[in-house]
């Protein structure tokens, strides 16, 4: 079935490379768009707490994802000025729309407030900007914004940027072992455009399955480490076995697809029912790491049967001469050892 598959790849590589680049295109507008999609809600729809959240946000404002919390320091203010204070903080409230005043409390030189609004986590966070604008314009300069909505939008660039380094550190990381492996050839690029087609396109199923589900905040990161792992341990043992098979009277292709080939569609499907059984647990947020974990084995496998034969056959071939690679020259050279050991005559 994989060596047919591998064929067929083969003769119609040209629509398996432009199947792919369509499904990592969309995959990359569905990952821009992924964030306003994503939640950190713990909640369990239909249990009684759920509805009792939902009963104070529709009748009380009391929304915990989609409240602000200000905080506003004065020195020496007269009732009046406080309640100057609190007229502006109105005002400054009314850019959010639908949004109310819920708390409010003078202390110890320290204004508190709480706005709440009917909003979810990210659609609130969207409005943080707004906000303290709203308040500096209203004569409130210095009042502090928080609570989870202005949290999640001063947070999420951060983490998205520190995310974005560790990407890059990981990739060069990945290319110096690869480099290390395979040496200077262009098989070391085999795992990253794998990779870079797995996660992708997991990413644009993710996106999708989002409109429909809850998907945590985290499952991005999931994909992405899950994807990039998979697509090194596969290419690495399919490019192996290729380059074993370059002296065989078979096809070395067809070879390759029944031993390592068959053995990477055999791992990504225990890794996806592995795992896919946090699917099991009846916690939206714990469904949405099952279901990203169920996802991107899935898609790897695909590229295994599809992709990867294209890969082999243009990248695959051992061109390197001046550089094997450090971790091959050792396996070579600790073979030879073996080999002379075992044809030295008894004593």
Request: charged fraction near 15%.
């Amino acid at each position: 079935m994989l060596s047919r598959c591998a064929i067929f790849s083969i003769k119609a590589q040209r629509l398996v490379i432009a199947t792919w680049i369509v499904l990592s295109c969309a995959g990359i507008l569905g990952a821009i768009n992924l964030d306003k999609h994503l939640t950190t809600s713990l909640e369990v729809p239909g249990t009684p707490s759920a509805q009792a959240s939902q009963h104070l946000a529709d009748r009380f404002f009391e929304n915990t994802e989609g409240t602000f919390t200000i905080l506003y320091k004065y020195k020496q203010a007269t009732p009046g000025q406080i309640a100057g204070f609190k007229s502006s903080l109105a005002k400054a409230a009314a850019v959010i729309p639908g949004s109310q005043v819920i708390q409010e409390k003078a202390f110890a030189g320290t204004l508190y407030a709480n706005i709440g609004t009917s909003f979810d986590l990210n659609e609130a966070s969207q409005y943080t900007d707004d906000l303290r604008a709203a308040l500096l314009a209203n004569g409130l300069q210095g009042a502090l914004v928080t609570g989870p909505p202005a949290i999640k939008s001063d947070v999420v660039p951060i983490l998205a940027s520190d995310l974005q380094r560790g990407q890059l550190i990981a990739i060069v990381l990945a290319m110096g072992l690869l480099i290390a492996t395979l040496g200077f050839s262009w098989a070391v690029l085999i795992p990253m455009l794998f990779g870079f087609a797995t996660i992708t396109t997991s990413l644009g199923i993710i996106y999708l399955l989002a409109q429909k589900f809850l998907i945590v905040l985290y499952v991005p990161n999931i994909v992405e480490l899950i994807g990039l792992g998979l697509a090194i341990d596969y290419s690495l043992l399919m490019v192996h076995r290729y380059r074993q098979n370059r002296d065989l009277t078979s096809d070395r292709l067809e070879a390759t697809m029944k031993t390592a080939g068959r053995t990477a569609v055999i791992s990504g499907m225990t890794v996806a029912l592995g795992l896919a059984t946090l699917l099991l647990v009846p916690i939206p947020f714990v469904r949405s790491l099952g279901l990203a974990c169920l996802v991107v084995p899935l898609v790897s496998i695909a590229a295994a049967a599809t992709l990867q034969p294209v890969l082999l056959t243009h990248l695959g071939k051992d061109t390197s001469r001046t550089f094997k690679g450090l971790i091959g020259y050792n396996f070579d050279f600790l073979t030879k050892i073996a080999i002379a050991k075992r044809s030295e005559p008894l004593e």
